[in-house]
């Protein structure tokens, strides 16, 4: 497991982990390494952004994954130490074996420099054969660089030319897409014109809307035979339900209850003087034209109170059962059927479908008892009684009051209910009484049985009738129970199908995202496969750069060359050079003339004299050599460890550059 702090090697190259985590330039997990020499890329900073610090100046500092990643054994670099030990102590020996050749013959001394000659020409050949293919790798190397670097410069060229052509496509089609956006905006927020042109419609047709109010409340009141406040009035609560009106839907029925009333009370006036005070606080007409004119009918003016206090001031009107009857039939045969179908359509908690069924049969009751009184009011003559007390005023607050106010505010089932109920019981307590004519009178015997029988005959007369009519009521309320359950299928039936049709949007929706998707897939897939035929062509690019001329097996080079990241064998040379002359400060800098042992061929047996002398010399230069040479001793001068390990880096890249080239 590599921690920091341990040194490491990477391709080839050693140095100690100063940084393991993530980064920006790159996804996953990167170890951020120190080399011992400056061959790294850069110095602990990748896009202005610092990883690591480094303890000297230049590119020390590389990123690489763990696979590339070698840690260094610390038992090597011991081996080495005592390596060097095991070298300094047969330097001593070979010192001391020196110390006793003194005393031997110079010949034997002669022959020793001379095979020592023999083999330091030979290495200085060796050295210069591998000195010149070094530098002819070296040549190679250095125009292989210039190629690369031409080659990196030109792709970097058309890279940025590749951005700043998909830089002006993304310009163009976000202003595309800002101008669609606008239109877009502009469909959704039409231009003042357009928006002026629909007030200017709308002003018209408000006034379109005045005008013909206005006439057709004026032709009702000129084509009027009696009463023409009855007849606006009833022209008014068939208006009110207009859809310009703003009122909310109960306001409206509220509003045209009050109107019926109004209508029916107009109708129902006889006495001069009532209509004159009916006229002056309840019968202007001109006060409800306002309003109506402004499409909102305020809600002082949709109040039960000067009705009730009109009637409660005049007895006859108060306890007139024509008008209760009047207003009930359009009350329970209009106004509350239609605000029963409003509540069914528009409440969350809605009734059961069984109380709504009774609520309406009881409805169409009233209608249909207070139709067959009316009816029967004026085709014979008779006169309308109530077997109970009844007040007008009382009816009127209770359906007002009590009814109207179950459908604004949360519904009482059974309030309601019995509401309705004890009102139909109310219409049924009113029975018709004959009128009897004095011409048919003839005598009083013939007076007194009239008046004995007719009771009993109308007696009998209604309660059939009750009968009949209790038995079609009956059939009537199945009927209408019926209709009542068919029109509730039918409003399931309209949900299905408007489900049934947002199901279908739904899945017309689904397929265009569907396929949007694919389309986008295939577009991915397709940069994708550009994205790396693009990669191959870059790569094939820099190693073409490599060649300069006919292919000579550098293909190899090359591309670990181009793996190690341009790790060169220039690099090392000049570090080895720069080493050498590091560590050679106490040595003698004066080169030494060894073209003095070049010794010629002896072709006499004579003995020359100044080669004894110069042999002699020689020797005395060799014994001071060695009595005055200094050994680098690696524990007395406490060098790095790292730079043991540079060593050994640097041996081994020579010896495999050597092997590369003999192999060659």
């Not at 940025?160 to 956006?181: A, C, G, H, V």
Request: overall charge negative.
């Amino acid at each position: 497991m590599v921690a920091i702090g341990d040194r490491v090697d990477v391709n080839n190259h050693q140095g100690i982990v100063r940084y393991i985590g993530y980064t920006q330039f790159a996804e996953g997990i990167w170890y951020g390494i120190e080399l011992d020499e400056p061959a790294g890329r850069n110095d602990g900073s990748v896009h202005n952004k610092k990883y690591f610090e480094l303890e000297k100046e230049g590119p020390y500092g590389i990123f690489a994954k763990i696979q590339s990643i070698k840690i260094i054994d610390p038992g090597s670099q011991s081996s080495l130490q005592r390596e060097v030990s095991r070298l300094l102590k047969e330097n001593d020996k070979l010192r001391c074996r020196l110390q006793k050749t003194e005393a031997e013959s110079p010949n034997d001394i002669i022959e020793f420099l001379t095979m020592e000659t023999s083999d330091l020409n030979k290495s200085i050949d060796s050295l210069k054969s591998e000195l010149a293919v070094f530098q002819q790798r070296e040549d190679t190397h250095v125009k292989l660089q210039a190629v690369y670097m031409d080659m990196e410069r030109e792709l970097r060229y058309q890279l940025e030319e590749l951005e700043i052509s998909f830089q002006k496509e993304i310009d163009l089609l976000k202003n595309e897409n800002s101008r669609l956006n606008q239109e877009l905006a502009e469909r959704n927020n039409p231009p003042l014109e357009v928006r002026d042109l629909q007030s200017k419609l709308k002003i018209m047709e408000q006034q379109v809307y005045e005008n013909r109010f206005l006439k057709e409340l004026y032709e009702v009141a000129i084509d009027a035979t009696g009463n023409k406040e009855a007849v606006q009035f009833e022209y008014l609560s068939e208006k009110v339900l207009d859809d310009r009106i703003r009122n909310n839907f109960v306001e409206k029925q509220k509003c045209r209850f009050l109107l019926v009333a109004l209508s029916n009370t107009a109708a129902a006036l006889t006495d001069k003087d009532t209509k004159e005070s009916f006229l002056k606080n309840l019968g202007d007409v001109s006060r409800w034209i306002t309003p109506f004119l402004v499409c909102l009918i305020p809600e002082e003016k949709i109040v039960l109170t000067p009705i009730s206090r009109f009637l409660d001031s005049n007895s006859e009107l108060s306890t007139n059962l024509s008008l209760a009857i009047r207003c009930m039939v359009i009350t329970f045969g209009k106004i509350i059927p239609d605000l029963l179908a409003y509540y069914m359509e528009n409440a969350v908690n809605k009734a059961p479908m069984k109380l709504i069924t009774e609520l309406y049969s009881v409805c169409l009751s009233i209608q249909k008892n207070c139709e067959m009184l009316l009816d029967r009011t004026s085709n014979t003559n008779c006169t309308i009684s109530s077997r109970v007390s009844f007040s007008v005023p009382e009816l009127f607050e209770t359906i007002f009051q009590d009814l109207f106010s179950q459908f604004e505010f949360e519904f009482q089932d059974n309030f309601i209910l019995e509401l309705t109920k004890r009102i139909l019981q109310q219409v049924q307590s009113i029975y018709l009484i004959e009128k009897i004519n004095e011409v048919q009178q003839k005598s009083k015997f013939e007076d007194s049985q009239t008046h004995k029988t007719t009771p009993n005959s109308i007696t009998s007369q209604d309660d059939t009738v009750t009968r009949w009519e209790t038995l079609l009521d009956n059939k009537e309320m199945e009927v209408k129970e019926l209709m009542i359950k068919i029109q509730v299928f039918q409003q399931k039936l309209e949900r299905v199908s408007n489900h049934e049709n947002e199901f279908n949007g739904m899945k017309i929706e689904v397929n265009n995202l569907r396929q949007q998707n694919d389309y986008l897939t295939q577009e991915v897939v397709d940069l994708k496969r550009i994205l790396e035929k693009t990669q191959r062509q870059v790569e094939n690019e820099h190693l073409k750069a490599y060649q300069i001329g006919p292919n000579g097996g550098y293909d190899d080079l090359v591309t670990e060359l181009f793996n190690l990241g341009k790790l060169d064998l220039i690099s090392e040379i000049r570090d080895l050079r720069l080493l050498v002359l590091k560590y050679i400060t106490n040595e003698d800098k004066k080169p030494a003339d060894l073209e003095w042992l070049n010794i010629p061929q002896r072709t006499e047996s004579t003995v020359d004299i100044q080669l004894s002398n110069r042999i002699n010399s020689l020797g005395n230069e060799v014994f001071d050599f060695v009595n005055y040479s200094t050994s680098v001793n690696l524990e007395s001068n406490r060098f790095k460890n790292n730079y043991m390990e540079n060593a050994k880096f640097k041996i081994s890249a020579i010896n495999s550059a050597i092997r590369d080239i003999k192999a060659n």
